[in-house]
């Protein structure tokens, strides 16, 4: 049984061309589309804390600033676009670290 192609859906070479170039990068799927993220950065995180406690219009910055293509309904839409908003914060990261008194 042949794989149905999602909209918005890249090649795997297209993919691999933005692994080289951005490190991670995350597909999120919803409605038969699909959209592609990198993971955000320093400057890109900065910009979204800036923008004050409007958590639409942080999460509208963030998707904006990590899109990488695929469907622009996940930005037109907005149950894709509340959808993606919920999945959002996993493309953040944190690694554990310690602290010692020396």
Known sequence: MEKTKLEGEVDQAKIDSWKKQHGEIF?????????YLKKPDRK??????????????????????CW???SENFKT????FLGLS???????QIKQTE???L
């Open 44 to 65: 890109i995180l900065a910009y979204i804390t800036s923008l004050g406690n409007n958590p639409i219009k942080m999460n509208e910055a963030l998707i904006n600033n």
């Open 99 to 101: 602290i010692a008194k």
């Open 77 to 80: 839409d907005d149950a894709l």
């Open 27 to 35: 597909a999120v799927t919803g409605d038969n589309k699909v959209c």
């Open 86 to 92: 919920q999945q959002i914060g996993t493309l953040v």
């Open 68 to 70: 990488l293509g695929g």
